[in-house]
């Protein structure tokens, strides 16, 4: 579904850095997630895993580094050896195919499940209503709320509200979704509803990146896991070797308070 | 689950008995204290005796008794003269007046609610040049009276007998007489609809910075461009912020037409005075006045709460709101 055909990574990060003002936030972080793979990212907090995820799709500027996302260079355009900057209009079109699901999942609160579904295709691809309020049904079914599509996000649970965000993220068909510890604002007890849905998602080949504190979901869905310290990647392999036996000792210290 | 679930409701029952019980009847003390729950299928609904406000009866006495000294003198005292407000309430220089003051406030309000979004959005632009000059302009109009610049617009022609369009220091393409191309009436809309997009710039202002960063970036991320974004998702949400005081300097923009007389113009207010220049009976012709402000400014009110209720979609449903009523009823009852 989303293999691209080339073999080519669906994300390529090459020594991304980002400071905001003189704190340096992110100090040279290399990922590569392959098409139809998850990866997850682990890491104390103020490690910038949420920057680094916001970075893949241009929410934040790069200070230096290359982003590439499905073979095309994020947020600039590459002629000759110059690099010229994208205007707004062309990152927007190269966000459509990167959903994202946030950790306060930032429905819109004054329109519907379904319109909230909707809006992106409607307004973005011009989608007509009709077909966009079917196709919206059908994800709000996928995710298990299709008897809640009239609802505003007021009158959701928290649990319900992230299935809604990931319903509306993939409205728009993106080959990559990034979340952004999509559990960590739930009750423990709606977690897992919402790991079900993004379990299904790796199931049918999305590709994803995933910022989380759930180990168990990483050591079951995850083919790749990462641990972020202080701005940089300091540990990579599958779940199994990283969360087993680290090799690094900030990554034991930190296993050993999570797990 | 369920099984720890049934062990813990007849306790919860129990403990909500015990912290009412200066109100519950005195049988609701043995079940409360009772070692095995009764075996009831529904719980029996509290019958308490409510509390008695003695003192809103004194109040609401002491309003009646006013109230009715009120209505008394207004039809005894003569000086009233409810024959002459009927005479001129829909007299056809009162109403030449009333025609001008809707006018006046709809068209300047519409060019203040226009130029107040579009300041807003510029004082918030990330162009500096932009965001200066909208800070500029609202200093401008917000720092000098509204009758300096309303005598301002009229007397234009004295500062610049000819307005044209042209290249600075180039060639003229256009050229007007100011006096013609200003008259009295556009002078008012200038200097009423101006300086009200200053205000309503900041009314603006405030509920675009209201609405959740969080708001705008889940729409970029969805891959819509920040026009879309505003109209879509950001102004919608700040109405609910921005139309309160929009009903306030509305409802002020209906007196303040009244300062068109400064520049020879007329409307409600105006009217009113020079009929009772005339005959003398101000307090009758000011309460004409009064009623027709009060009347406009009901349907005013009434216009608002449809448009607050448009705009608070999806707000006012749900948990949050509904939890905040009774928490609110019991703070105010103790
Ligand atoms: N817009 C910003 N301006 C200034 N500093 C920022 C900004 N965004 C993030 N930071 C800083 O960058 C650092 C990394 O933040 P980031 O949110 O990426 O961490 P994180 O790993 O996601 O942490 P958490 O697990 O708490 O979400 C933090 O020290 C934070 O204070
Ligand atoms: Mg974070």
Not at chain 1, 175 to 190: G, I, K, N, V, Y
């Amino acid at each position: 579904m989303t293999d691209n055909g080339h073999g080519r990574p669906m994300v390529e990060a090459v020594g991304i850095h980002k400071s905001f003002g003189h704190v340096e936030v992110l100090r040279g972080v290399d990922l590569t997630v392959l098409p139809g793979e998850v990866a997850c990212v682990i890491g104390p907090s103020g490690s910038g895993k949420s920057t680094f995820l916001r970075c893949i799709n241009h929410l934040e500027s790069i200070d230096s580094g290359t982003m590439t996302v499905d073979g095309e260079l994020i947020g600039y355009r590459r002629r000759g050896d110059k690099l010229y900057e994208l205007r707004e209009s062309e990152v927007a079109r190269q966000r459509r195919d990167i959903g994202m699901v946030f950790q306060r999942f930032n429905l819109f609160p004054h329109k519907t499940a379904i319109e909230n579904v909707m809006e992106a295709p409607c307004t973005v691809r011009r989608t007509n209503k009709k077909q966009a309020r079917e196709s919206a049904r059908d994800l709000l079914d996928r995710v298990g709320l299709g008897n809640r599509c009239d609802n505003y996000p007021s009158q959701l649970s928290g649990g319900q509200q992230q299935r809604v965000a990931i319903a509306r993220a993939l409205a728009m068909e993106p080959r990559l979704m990034l979340f952004d510890e999509p559990t960590s604002a739930l009750d423990p007890e709606l977690v897992g509803e919402v790991l079900d849905v993004m379990r299904g998602l790796a199931r049918d080949g999305m590709t994803m990146v995933v910022v989380t504190h759930e180990m168990g979901f990483a050591r079951e869905v995850a083919d790749s896991l990462v641990f972020m310290d202080e701005g940089k990647i300091v540990e990579a392999g599958t779940p199994r070797e990283v969360l087993a036996n680290p090799k690094h000792e900030r990554t034991q210290a930190f296993l050993s308070k999570v797990l | 689950m369920p099984a720890s679930n049934g062990g813990a409701s007849p306790r919860r029952a129990g403990s909500d008995s015990r912290d009412s019980r200066g109100l519950a009847p005195p049988e609701g003390d043995t079940t409360a204290g009772g070692a095995e729950p009764i075996p009831t299928t529904a719980p029996a609904p509290i019958k308490a005796v409510p509390v008695r406000h003695p003192g809103r009866w004194v109040a609401i006495a002491v309003l009646a008794v006013l109230a009715a000294m009120l209505v008394n003198t207004i039809l005894t005292n003569d000086g009233f003269r409810w024959d002459v407000v009927g005479k001129y309430l829909f007299s056809p220089p009162v109403l030449n007046g009333l025609k001008n003051t809707l006018l006046l406030t709809v068209l300047s309000m519409l060019i203040g609610i226009v130029g107040g979004i579009a300041l807003a959005i510029m004082r918030l632009s990330p162009n500096p040049v932009l965001s200066y000059v909208a800070g500029l302009y609202i200093w401008l109009f917000r720092g000098t009276p509204l009758i300096a610049q309303l005598l301002f617009w009229n007397f234009l022609a004295a500062l610049y007998p000819r307005l044209s369009l042209g290249i600075p220091f180039g060639p003229e393409f256009v050229s007007f007489d100011t006096n013609q191309l200003i008259n009295q009436f556009t002078a008012c809309l200038l200097g009423l609809g101006l300086n009200e997009a200053a205000y309503m710039a900041e009314i603006v202002r405030g509920g675009l910075q209201s609405v959740d960063h969080g708001q705008s970036e889940a729409a970029g991320a969805l891959g819509m461009s920040r026009g879309q974004t505003l109209r879509r998702i950001v102004l919608p949400q700040a109405m609910r912020v921005i139309v309160p005081p929009t009903g306030n300097e509305t409802i002020s923009m209906l007196k303040t037409t009244s300062l068109v007389v400064v520049i020879g113009y007329f409307e409600l207010m105006t009217s009113v005075q020079r009929i009772y220049s005339v005959n003398f009976q101000t307090i009758p012709l000011l309460i004409v006045a009064a009623l027709w402000y009060l009347a406009l400014t009901s349907i005013l009110s009434i216009g608002q709460g449809f448009v607050e209720r448009r705009y608070g979609r999806g707000v006012h449903q749900g948990p949050t709101g509904a939890r905040l009523l009774p928490r609110r009823k019991t703070a105010g009852a103790k």
